[in-house]
């Protein structure tokens, strides 16, 4: 069956724009994550969600970034006025639900560059 | 965010050698997991472990989930050009709630 898609793959956009990921989990995983990973860096928790709720957003680095999932299914990620340190691979993983047993399946990836 | 320590951060090795790599947290999980990652994809699951003191292989791979809850190691026999890659660590449970920390990483190269 499909995996977790991410779209755009890649984006490149000025510092001060607005951009938006967007993370399709697989069909019937109820728990959505996303994560960044700067260049040669390991992986940073950002948020998760159970359905469409986020119970803890404290990981998000700051309060540009925003995110939300509608119906259960897709989930956009949106980074506001970007930086030139917001530039990373921003990873997203879906499971069949939010408990440490299950595991994580890792879409490819969108790789931000913000100029 | 919390990270785990990894190490080594990279490794050259020949192939046909054996490798170990090591993470460690000062917080206890209740799940300890290893990826491997190839440029440009995102990481892939290669063994999960759940119960301390546990001890897993996947083929070549054998994983073992510290008895402290703070430890885990991963160790590769025989290596192969295919081995190469980025390994993370990553754990979660104890008292992390639902959050997964990530190890820095080990980057193994191998020389045929």
């Known amino acids: 069956g499909a995996g977790v898609s991410q779209s755009p793959s890649n984006k490149v956009t000025e510092k001060g724009k607005d951009v938006e990921l967007r993370c399709d989990p697989i069909s019937g995983h109820t728990a959505l994550y996303w994560y960044r990973q700067s260049l040669g860096q390991g992986l940073e928790f950002l948020i998760y969600?159970?359905?469409?709720?986020?119970?803890?957003k404290s990981g998000l680095p700051s309060d540009r970034f925003s995110a939300e999932r509608t119906g259960g299914s897709v989930s956009t990620l949106t980074i506001q006025r970007t930086q030139q340190e917001d530039s990373a691979v921003y990873l997203c993983?879906?499971?069949?639900?939010?408990?440490?047993?299950?595991?994580?399946?890792f879409g490819p990836g969108t790789r931000l560059l913000v100029l | 965010g919390q990270q785990l320590n990894q190490s080594p951060q990279s490794m050259f090795i020949q192939e046909g050698e054996d490798v170990s790599m090591n993470c460690t947290s000062s917080s206890i999980f209740n799940t300890w997991l290893w990826y491997k990652q190839d440029p440009g994809e995102g990481p892939v699951l290669l063994i999960a472990l759940y119960k301390a003191g546990e001890l897993t292989s996947n083929g070549r791979l054998t994983a073992q989930f510290g008895i402290t809850r703070k430890d885990s190691f991963l160790n590769i026999s025989a290596s192969i050009p295919s081995d190469v890659g980025i390994y993370f660590c990553a754990g979660l449970g104890g008292g992390t709630g639902n959050q997964f920390y990530f190890g820095t990483g080990t980057s193994l190269t191998v020389i045929p």
């Open positions: 993983a879906s499971s069949l639900d939010v408990s440490w047993r299950e595991t994580q399946y």
């Open positions: 969600f159970q359905g469409n709720s986020a119970p803890d």
